[in-house]
T-cell receptor
Framework: NAGVTQTPKFRILKIGQSMTLQCTQDMNHNYMYWYRQDPGMGLKLIYY???????DKGEVPNGYNVSRSTTEDFPLRLELAAPSQTSVYFC???????????FGPGTRLTVL | GNSVTQMEGPVTLSEEAFLTINCTYTATGYPSLFWYVQYPGEGLQLLLK?????DKGSNKGFEATYRKETTSFHLEKGSVQVSDSAVYFCALSDSTGAGSYQLTFGKGTKLSVIP
């Protein structure tokens, strides 16, 4: 049981490039989340999903897109990377809304 | 809207010292409260939680009591160890309507424990 896994661990992008951050969970959780963590700012919710095929915006969705084709996977897409997207990105999942969220180890992204 | 305010860090303590990290919240509903811990280079993991007023969450020697009258959920530990060095996040889970809940995090408090 690996829990929540994320790839890659680190990535450097140039302005305007695109990339996909991968997230997979093996706990059969319906709920999945993407957060970004900026220094001294806590975590901000980007997007979340309540099940396969259903996604919704969080607090800071601009510049990102998500999809949820399976229960296990919840990739986050950056289309035109900007320096403001330099951050650490965490994926999380939970059994139900309001229950404990399990976090992945994070992806550290730098946009130069 | 919802918000969580926790004490500014960093906090540096000697081993076996008493720890308090203050956390207060503002919520439109009746939230559940959490403390998450992030060890260096890792993701967040749940430390403890409380779901209703006067509940006490506890784990690994840490405790926090849900105080509705003061809208607080302060984290305490009687004797810290070097292994407790981490960033601690207070969070609340509140209804957004339509049966959905979201976590709102504080900014985090970095704790360093020195031998």
């Amino acid at each position: 049981n690996a829990g929540v896994t994320q790839t890659p661990k680190f990535r450097i992008l140039k302005i305007g490039q695109s990339m996909t951050l991968q997230c997979t969970q093996d706990m059969n959780h319906n709920y999945m989340y993407w957060y970004r963590q900026d220094p001294g700012m806590g975590l901000k919710l980007i997007y979340y999903s309540v099940g396969a095929g259903i996604t919704d915006k969080g607090e800071v969705p601009n510049g990102y897109n998500v999809s949820r084709s399976t229960t296990e996977d919840f990739p986050l897409r950056l289309e035109l990377a900007a320096p403001s997207q330099t951050s650490v990105y965490f994926c999380a999942s939970s059994y139900s809304t309001g229950s404990e969220q399990f976090f992945g180890p994070g992806t550290r992204l730098t946009v130069l | 809207g919802n918000s969580v305010t926790q004490m500014e860090g960093p906090v540096t303590l000697s081993e076996e010292a008493f720890l308090t990290i203050n956390c207060t919240y503002t919520a439109t509903g009746y939230p559940s409260l959490f403390w998450y811990v992030q060890y260096p280079g890792e993701g967040l993991q749940l430390l403890l939680k409380a779901t209703k007023a006067d509940d006490k969450g506890s784990n690994k020697g840490f405790e926090a009591t849900y105080r509705k009258e003061t809208t607080s959920f302060h984290l305490e530990k009687g004797s810290v160890q070097v292994s407790d060095s981490a960033v601690y996040f207070c969070a609340l889970s509140d209804s957004t309507g339509a049966g959905s809940y979201q976590l709102t995090f504080g900014k985090g408090t970095k704790l360093s424990v020195i031998p």
